[in-house]
């Protein structure tokens, strides 16, 4: 069981930028690839980017490549999601995600259903 609680969003000016963290619970962080997704109103669920359990590869959606970094501290359980140039189609709200580590492949760390742990979430609002 592992228990994920993100922190870090808020309102920022398009340009500006932000930097999520995700705390997990539990003595097997390592043991799992680790995600961030956000949802838009009226729109799914969205892979933004994901972390192998070694922090050795990582994956971007194209809209926030060269804008997002995804890191992580596995000896303090938490994974970030450092926003640069943040745009107004970046609000959403932020959810980071854990999955057991398996065979490391885009099509699988990009899809929601593959993760089995999920935080409540932390709205990310960017004005124009």
């Known amino acids: 069981q592992v228990q994920l609680v993100e922190s870090g969003g808020g309102l920022v000016q398009a340009g500006g930028s932000l930097r999520l963290s995700c705390a997990a619970s539990?003595?097997?962080?390592?043991?799992?690839?680790m995600g961030w997704f956000r949802q838009a109103p009226w729109k799914e669920r969205a892979f933004v980017t994901a972390?192998?359990?070694?922090?050795?590869?990582?994956y971007y959606a194209n809209s926030v490549k060269g804008r997002f970094t995804i890191s992580r501290d596995n000896d303090k359980n938490t994974v970030y999601l450092q926003m640069n140039n943040l745009k107004p189609e970046d609000t959403a709200v932020y959810y980071c995600?854990?999955?057991?580590?398996?065979?490391?492949?885009?099509?699988?760390?990009?899809?929601?259903?593959?993760?089995?742990?999920w935080g409540q979430g932390t709205q990310v609002t960017v004005s124009s």
């Open positions: 972390i192998s359990w070694s922090g050795g590869s990582t």
């Open positions: 995600a854990a999955m057991p580590r398996r065979f490391w492949s885009p099509g699988v760390v990009a899809g929601t259903k593959n993760y089995d742990y």
């Open positions: 539990g003595r097997t962080f390592s043991s799992y690839d």
